[in-house]
């Protein structure tokens, strides 16, 4: 029983090593119950090593005391958490910390207090930016995350097998959003707080790290996620902000490699979807931990033998090494957007080309929310074939010529896009893909779709409605992707507005989300002229002439 400063004692289970004596200790907190078979392997691995292992329950989960709240008391908590156990007499006064998703969010916050007995981080796929990851996605709110997770950590246990009575399509149908708990069959007053604080307000404050909290970060951090990692952005935030302002940045370490969320955490597999990887791809990630903690926790070798990034580049199937991340010798190139006017869909003439557009015909969809293009196919939407979307009307397909050499991308990819609406609030997605010589559309980087929620577009600190008619600017973020577009191959980009059941529909009216019952069609209209330039934003390494 671990007590808190304000008298709440957590759970938590601890393993030693044989024979007694102080050890360094690697600590894990998890929301996620403590009592599972992975924290009892773990924990015998990690004592076999010569390491405490201490695994916890978050406030309010398993057998923790208190009220579980999101991140909101990790901070203290995890503070409180080292701070006891390196006062423990197995504890040597070092500890170390591990653990993905959630396990790594509560990580950062910790090392944002300073407690002093932190010695080294290891944070796989943490979750950081609270308009652009979750709850909402480019301000959009994502509909099937948020009543999935959030009723998994309600109280104290899962109820993920319940989850599977449920009706998801009368749910996701049901409005106003406020009141779609309800609909599901449990009120989840969580839910209810982050539908209600649609800015970035103090509420999500608490939790969203300044430049300055990374400028009192001064440790040795080994940071994992994947090219098809949901939290991604967060990863690439905390990586970022230690970059440009932490005194340790030189002591900093990267690993991106072809996984999903899961895949980051416990190390991937050779095949997602439709793309096939090497056996190089799957990483043993303990014996990467174990290493790495030798280094900066225990202190048994004299380097961490890593380089500052690793990146694995899918299509062309290689790991990479970098001295920096992103790569100092990648540079943005523009793929731009242009057409006969008649992009929709698959058989339509939108093309990308690296040439700056003439003048030329905009693009024009109907965006219906009643009916909302799908997120994915078949139930998937990572690396797999796309092409049934993009047989709809209000989907509009650019595609690049045949490639004749390899394009290799390693970094941020975004689309920015010319387009004006009739409606007041309305959803601009993209999504990247790559074309294979049969035809297939495989659409890469994380998430269901990159999207932006015209509301927020110069912002998330406060929502601007639009002038209807008025062409506007927008930004759209894809994430961080490294590929090779092979030779026989084509680039292609989707837009849209919408992506269901991934983000919620916007009902193009303008009102609250949270308790809008209304909706209307909006008309939307892509500019990709001389004067208004909507591109694809390509993150390039060089590797040769580019077609």
Same mark, same amino acid.
């Given at each position: 029983?671990?007590?808190?400063?304000?008298?709440?004692?957590?759970?938590?289970?601890?393993?030693?090593?044989?024979?007694?004596?102080? $050890?360094?200790?690697?600590?894990?907190?998890?929301?996620? !119950?403590?009592?599972?078979?992975?924290?009892?392997?773990?924990?015998?691995?990690?004592?076999? *090593?010569?390491?405490?292992? #201490?695994?916890?329950?978050?406030?309010?989960?398993?057998?923790?005391?208190?009220?579980?709240?999101?991140?909101?008391?990790?901070?203290?908590?995890?503070?409180?958490?080292?701070?006891? #156990?390196?006062? &423990?007499?197995?504890?040597?006064? +070092?500890?170390?910390?591990?653990?993905?998703?959630?396990?790594?969010?509560?990580?950062?916050?910790?090392?944002?207090?300073?407690?002093?007995?932190?010695?080294?981080? !290891?944070? &796989?796929?943490p979750a950081g930016t609270y308009f652009d990851e979750l709850p909402r996605i480019g301000g959009a709110w994502l509909m099937s995350w948020?009543?999935?997770?959030?009723?998994?950590?309600?109280? @104290? =246990?899962?109820?993920?097998?319940?989850?599977?009575?449920?009706?998801?399509?009368?749910?996701?149908?049901?409005?106003?959003?406020? =009141?779609?708990?309800?609909?599901?069959?449990?009120?989840?007053?969580?839910?209810?707080?982050?539908?209600?604080?649609?800015?970035?307000?103090?509420?999500?404050?608490?939790?969203?790290?300044?430049?300055?909290?990374?400028? @009192?970060?001064?440790?040795?951090?080994?940071?994992?996620?994947?090219?098809?990692?949901?939290?991604?952005?967060?990863?690439?935030?905390?990586?970022?902000?230690?970059?440009?302002?932490?005194?340790?940045?030189?002591?900093?370490?990267?690993?991106?490699?072809?996984?999903?969320?899961?895949?980051? !955490?416990?190390?991937?597999?050779a095949r997602l979807g439709e793309m096939e990887f090497t056996p190089e791809s799957v990483v043993d990630v303990v014996a990467l931990h174990?290493?790495?903690?030798?280094?900066?926790?225990?202190?048994?070798?004299?380097?961490?033998?890593?380089?500052?990034?690793?990146?694995?580049?899918?299509?062309?199937?290689?790991?990479?090494?970098?001295?920096?991340?992103?790569?100092?010798?990648?540079?943005?190139?523009?793929?731009?957007?242009?057409?006969?006017?008649?992009?929709?869909?698959?058989?339509?003439?939108?093309? /990308?080309?690296?040439?700056?557009?003439?003048?030329?015909?905009?693009?024009?969809?109907?965006?219906?929310?009643?009916?909302?293009?799908?997120?994915?196919?078949?139930?998937?939407?990572?690396?797999?074939? *796309?092409?049934?979307?993009?047989?709809? *009307?209000?989907?509009? #397909?650019?595609?690049?010529?045949?490639?004749?050499?390899?394009?290799?991308?390693?970094?941020?990819?975004?689309?920015?896009?010319?387009?004006?609406?009739?409606?007041?609030?309305?959803?601009?997605?993209?999504?990247?893909?790559?074309?294979?010589?049969?035809?297939?559309?495989? +659409? /890469?980087?994380?998430?269901?779709?990159?999207?932006? %929620?015209?509301?927020?577009?110069?912002?998330?600190?406060?929502?601007?409605?639009?002038?209807?008619?008025? #062409?506007?600017?927008?930004?759209?973020?894809?994430?961080?992707?490294? $590929?090779?577009?092979?030779?026989?191959?084509?680039?292609?980009?989707?837009?849209?507005?919408?992506?269901?059941?991934?983000?919620?529909?916007?009902?193009?009216?303008?009102?609250?989300?949270?308790?809008?019952?209304?909706?209307?069609?909006?008309?939307?209209?892509?500019? *990709?002229?001389?004067?208004?330039?909507?591109?694809?934003?390509?993150?390039?390494?060089? %590797?040769?002439? !580019?077609?």
């Amino acid at each position: 029983r671990v007590p808190m400063r304000d008298g709440v004692e957590l759970s938590a289970n601890v393993w030693l090593p044989a024979g007694g004596g102080r $050890h360094p200790v690697v600590l894990v907190r998890t929301p996620y !119950i403590k009592a599972t078979d992975r924290y009892t392997e773990l924990g015998a691995r990690y004592a076999q *090593h010569g390491y405490a292992f #201490v695994v916890q329950d978050t406030r309010g989960r398993g057998d923790s005391d208190g009220q579980f709240d999101f991140f909101f008391t990790d901070a203290a908590d995890g503070y409180d958490t080292i701070e006891w #156990v390196a006062k &423990q007499p197995w504890s040597n006064g +070092k500890v170390g910390t591990v653990g993905g998703s959630y396990l790594a969010t509560v990580q950062w916050l910790a090392a944002r207090e300073r407690p002093a007995p932190l010695t080294c981080m !290891i944070p &796989q796929a943490p979750a950081g930016t609270y308009f652009d990851e979750l709850p909402r996605i480019g301000g959009a709110w994502l509909m099937s995350w948020s009543l999935n997770w959030i009723n998994g950590t309600s109280r @104290r =246990t899962a109820q993920g097998p319940v989850l599977g009575a449920t009706d998801w399509e009368r749910v996701y149908r049901h409005r106003p959003l406020i =009141t779609m708990d309800d609909a599901m069959g449990r009120d989840m007053p969580l839910y209810n707080a982050f539908l209600t604080h649609s800015t970035l307000d103090d509420y999500w404050r608490r939790i969203h790290f300044a430049d300055r909290d990374f400028g @009192r970060i001064d440790l040795p951090i080994f940071s994992f996620t994947g090219w098809f990692d949901a939290d991604q952005r967060g990863t690439m935030r905390y990586w970022a902000g230690i970059r440009d302002h932490s005194p340790g940045r030189n002591r900093q370490h990267i690993i991106i490699g072809p996984w999903t969320h899961v895949g980051a !955490i416990h190390g991937g597999s050779a095949r997602l979807g439709e793309m096939e990887f090497t056996p190089e791809s799957v990483v043993d990630v303990v014996a990467l931990h174990l290493d790495f903690f030798d280094w900066c926790l225990e202190g048994s070798k004299p380097s961490f033998d890593f380089p500052r990034a690793r990146v694995y580049l899918m299509g062309s199937n290689e790991w990479r090494d970098y001295d920096a991340y992103p790569p100092k010798e990648m540079s943005p190139r523009s793929l731009f957007l242009t057409s006969g006017g008649n992009a929709n869909t698959l058989a339509g003439d939108g093309r /990308l080309t690296w040439d700056p557009p003439a003048d030329a015909k905009p693009d024009r969809f109907t965006y219906d929310p009643a009916r909302p293009a799908p997120s994915g196919v078949g139930g998937a939407a990572q690396a797999v074939d *796309h092409r049934p979307i993009e047989r709809r *009307h209000d989907v509009l #397909v650019y595609s690049s010529e045949v490639l004749t050499a390899p394009v290799d991308i390693v970094g941020p990819v975004s689309v920015v896009l010319h387009a004006a609406s009739d409606a007041r609030d309305t959803d601009f997605t993209a999504k990247l893909l790559d074309v294979y010589p049969d035809g297939r559309a495989i +659409k /890469l980087g994380w998430w269901d779709a990159a999207v932006i %929620r015209a509301r927020y577009r110069n912002g998330y600190e406060k929502e601007e409605l639009l002038t209807p008619g008025k #062409v506007e600017e927008y930004t759209i973020d894809l994430g961080h992707i490294g $590929h090779t577009f092979l030779p026989g191959h084509q680039i292609r980009v989707e837009i849209s507005s919408s992506a269901y059941p991934f983000i919620h529909p916007n009902p193009n009216t303008g009102n609250p989300i949270a308790t809008d019952t209304a909706s209307r069609v909006a008309r939307q209209t892509i500019y *990709h002229d001389r004067g208004r330039p909507s591109r694809l934003v390509l993150p390039v390494v060089p %590797r040769g002439p !580019i077609p």
